[in-house]
């Protein structure tokens, strides 16, 4: 997906964080979350898209995120009719700390140039959803209020799918301030972390 491309819902210029989780950036960091705006992408249930992130530009040279912003990456699904409101939800991949690595997610993008591959469900409904990805630097975690979350919002249409029924949460109620995901201390090993938030679906 290309930044600011035609299947990305409209984000800041400036490229800052979400730090308050009472935020309505928090969904997608747009305040402007009409869907008509944006195109959407089509995929198919089972297949893998690339997703990318980039800190200036689209190159292999750009380094993606600051190598100081380490932390998870996410990303959430939610039928477009929703428009990402109320118990709208669901998790279909997430990635905080490779300890056979040791590194991670945010290293592993920067590694990949920014790229990362993610299944999309067969064990969901055909239609359009919001699709939703997040980065969450803990750089300084270490403090309530102080990880700074990065989403961003795009559209798709799936086919193929076989139908399915995961559970569906609110993106403002899926953290907690105090979570021990969201509040950590980087000087932890990170074999330590826990992933916050809602498992994946399907189960893993």
């Known amino acids: 997906m290309n930044p600011r491309g035609k299947y990305i819902r409209p984000y800041p210029k400036s490229n800052g964080p979400v730090r308050d989780l009472n935020s309505p950036l ?4 747009t305040e402007g979350m009409a869907p008509e705006l944006t195109e959407i992408m089509p995929v198919v249930a089972g297949s893998e898209i ?3 992130w980039h800190h200036n530009d689209a190159s292999d040279m750009d380094n993606v995120i600051s190598p100081s912003h380490r932390g998870p990456c996410f990303v959430y699904m939610a039928p477009m009719e929703s428009n990402g409101i109320g ?3 669901f998790k279909i991949y997430e990635q905080g700390f490779n300890a056979e ?14 790229k ?3 299944k999309i469900p067969t064990q969901i409904n055909n239609g359009e959803y919001i699709l939703r990805t997040e980065i969450i630097a803990l750089h300084n975690a270490k403090a309530v209020g102080e990880a700074q979350f990065y989403p961003n919002c795009a559209q798709v249409r799936v086919t193929g799918a076989t139908s399915g029924n995961p559970e569906l949460y609110p993106i403002d109620l899926i953290y907690n301030a105090t979570d021990p995901g969201i509040l950590f201390d980087k000087k932890n090993a990170g074999s330590t972390y826990i992933i916050p938030g809602p498992p994946v679906y399907p189960p893993q």
Do not use: Q
């Open 50 to 52: 690339v997703l990318e």
């Open 26 to 29: 928090l969904l997608c960091r």
């Open 101 to 114: 690595k040791n590194m991670w997610c945010t290293d592993i993008l920067r590694e990949n140039h920014g």
């Open 116 to 118: 990362l591959s993610v």
């Open 87 to 89: 118990n709208s939800w």
